[in-house]
């Protein structure tokens, strides 16, 4: 069974500050790895995606890979108070995407 | 460019009855995915069709079916609902790369209840 796990939160992370999530995942030939953010009653928005190991840098965001230890996280960097969101980890091997329960992530003013 | 399309937005159905939602892509994308998503387990993978055919399928029951028509505009439908179906249903859409890249951009979601 492959599996992606996440911590469910919720993740407080002050105003300004740096928000990191992280992601583990199950299947060593996981190619493609994304994250997206949902607002609650939205659905889930693309953000990032990243394909081999090291770090992706898009504005305030940082995806880094780390294949060998099967982790890929996500940096935000300045975080406001709109980044207050699930923020969902995505994996893709040799067939389906499989998406992780998310983490909640909570900026506080 | 148009975002990825679904409809309809709200459903509210009866056990037994059967319901069918409909996806159109993002203009170009031939690849369409169906996830369930429910608070306790997530989202989860339905099926994924490419140029009107299954590539890939999760594990639902065969109530659960799809199929994709030429335009890549896609269906689900679910017969004999169960209250267990009642969740968010979301179409993505995906233009495939050489690299097999799977990016893929999710349209707003059917909220179905069955009472």
């Known amino acids: 069974q492959k599996e992606v796990e996440q911590n469910s939160g919720p993740l407080s992370v002050p105003e300004g500050a740096i928000a990191s999530l992280n992601c583990t995942y199950s299947?060593?030939?996981?190619?493609?790895f994304f994250w997206y953010r949902q607002y609650s009653g939205k659905s889930p928005e693309l953000i990032m995606s990243i394909y081999s190991n090291g770090d992706k840098e898009d504005g305030r965001f940082t995806a880094q890979l780390n294949k060998a230890s099967q982790y890929v996280s996500l940096l935000i960097r300045d975080s406001q108070p709109s980044d207050s969101a699930t923020y969902l980890c995505?994996?893709?091997?040799?067939?389906?995407?499989?998406f992780g329960k998310g983490t909640r992530l909570h900026i506080l003013p | 460019k148009a975002g990825v399309t679904q409809t309809p937005r709200y459903l509210i159905k009866t056990r037994g009855q059967q319901v069918t939602l409909s996806c159109s892509p993002i203009s170009g994308h031939r690849s369409v995915s169906w996830y369930q998503q429910t608070p306790g387990q997530g989202l989860q993978f339905l099926f994924e069709?490419?140029?009107?055919?299954?590539?890939n399928k999760g594990n639902f029951p065969g109530r659960f079916s799809g199929r994709q028509f030429s335009n890549s505009r896609s269906e689900m439908n679910v017969s004999t609902l169960e209250l267990g179906d009642s969740a968010l249903y979301l179409c993505a859409s995906s233009l495939l790369t050489s690299g097999g890249a799977h990016e893929q951009y999710f349209g707003p979601g059917t909220r179905l209840t069955v009472t």
């Open positions: 299947d060593r030939g996981s190619q493609s």
């Open positions: 995505a994996v893709k091997g040799d067939d389906k995407i499989i």
């Open positions: 069709y490419f140029s009107e055919t299954q590539r």
